[in-house]
């Protein structure tokens, strides 16, 4: 296994990552505010966790990582984390909301700060390798 060292490459790749990142957040989360509106939290983050899937699959896969080829195995791995994330983001955003009584929109932005940090280094060293 790589072990992890920041590099140039990786800041860079890091920099282009939170545009990536941060521009699909600014569509979820607003979409997000639109769908709770109507629906219950979790199922408007189940539903925008899922429209962003291929949006960031494709810009990181292509743009951030430049990773031509072992689109199979990539999206795969990239699947997989995907549904972890779903599982995880949404136990951590149930109990953002319901023990510690923050408002669903103040959790999302706290729990999407932190699957960024992980998917960062999943990205990198894992699937888009």
């Known amino acids: 296994m790589k072990v992890f060292k920041l590099d140039k490459e990786t800041l860079w790749n890091f920099i282009k990552y939170l545009i990536i990142g941060g521009s699909a957040f600014v569509v979820e989360f ?10 219950h939290y979790i199922l408007a983050n189940i539903i925008i966790y899922t429209i962003m899937f291929w949006a960031v699959f494709l810009a990181n896969k292509f743009i951030n990582f430049k990773s031509r080829g072992q689109f199979a195995r990539q999206l795969s791995q990239y699947t997989v984390l995907f549904f972890i994330n779903l599982v995880v983001t949404n ?13 669903a929109a103040i959790g999302k932005f706290f729990v999407t700060g932190a699957a960024c940090l992980w998917n ?8 888009y390798k």
């Open 91 to 103: 136990l951590m955003l149930y109990g953002l909301s319901e023990y510690f009584m923050l408002d």
């Open 30 to 39: 607003t979409l997000f505010l639109l769908l709770r509106m109507f629906l």
């Open 120 to 127: 960062f280094l999943l990205y990198k060293f894992v699937i």
